[in-house]
């Protein structure tokens, strides 16, 4: 069973920044490309960054620069590297894997950059 575990997540002033980790489980991590997202409050879902098993990483747009995906295939984890947090990266932050035709989510984890 895959299971998606997110943590890291808390309350931080602007500018500051914040450490994502989520730990798999139930998948041949080496092979899968992980993700991440997030939820704004009164927005849908949007995606964030990926990594691929060979390491290649993508990002939306705007989030270029500020936040760094990583991925830990010794221990079964995924980061994300946060940094120069602003208000409206308030939110909550899921992991993600398309894993054999089926999409997976952690429960999330909330981030809250006060300003």
């Known amino acids: 069973q895959v299971r998606l575990v997110e943590s890291g997540g808390g309350l931080v002033q602007a500018g500051g920044s914040l450490r994502l980790s989520c730990a798999a489980s139930?998948?041949?991590?080496?092979?899968?490309?992980m993700g991440w997202y997030r939820q704004v409050p009164g927005m849908q879902r949007e995606w964030v960054a990926t990594?691929?098993?060979?390491?290649?990483?993508n990002y939306t747009d705007s989030l270029k620069g500020r936040f760094t995906i990583a991925r830990d295939n010794a221990w079964n984890r995924v980061s994300l590297q946060m940094h120069s947090l602003k208000p409206e990266d308030t939110g909550v932050y899921y992991c993600?894997?398309?894993?054999?035709?089926?999409?997976?989510w952690g429960q999330g984890t909330q981030v809250t950059v006060s300003s």
């Open positions: 139930g998948v041949n991590f080496k092979i899968a490309t």
């Open positions: 990594i691929s098993s060979g390491g290649g990483t």
């Open positions: 993600h894997t398309f894993y054999y035709g089926r999409n997976f």
